[in-house]
């Protein structure tokens, strides 16, 4: 008897230190996000509103929006570019107040990103 509880307070600690360790990372607020390509290096203020796995802010001028699932985000912002209108695809990882991961310019070309909260 004494064993079986043990056990189910083992197991219930257990399951909620997992819980705590997907619990959702904050991104809201404003970042300096600096892309990186062949072009060069290009920073510009992003700003977030998270709710619950959903976000959406600027990137520059540009709408943004995307998703969060524990420290993986994904944005996409449509900006004007020299060939028309383009989608920016960011995915990457949050680690505390710093972001980092590639961009996809609408398949023409790729790059890295970094961002840094304010």
């Keep these: 008897m004494l064993r079986s509880l043990s056990v189910a307070v083992l197991i219930t600690v257990g ?7 997907h619990a959702q990372t904050d991104v809201s607020g404003d970042w300096t996000l600096t892309i990186v390509s062949d072009q ?4 510009a203020p992003m700003m977030l509103e998270q709710d619950g796995d959903m976000l959406k802010g600027t990137f520059g001028e540009s709408a ?33 107040s710093d972001m980092k991961g590639t961009v996809d310019f609408g398949g023409l070309a790729s ?4 961002a840094v909260k304010n």
């Design 64 to 96: 943004l929006e995307g998703t969060i699932t524990g420290s993986e985000i994904t944005m996409m912002s449509e900006i004007d570019s020299p060939v028309g209108p383009m989608t920016l695809t960011f995915t990457g990882m949050v680690d505390g």
């Design 15 to 21: 399951g909620g230190l997992l819980v705590m360790a």
């Design 111 to 114: 790059g890295t990103w970094t």
């Design 40 to 43: 060069g290096s290009n920073p």
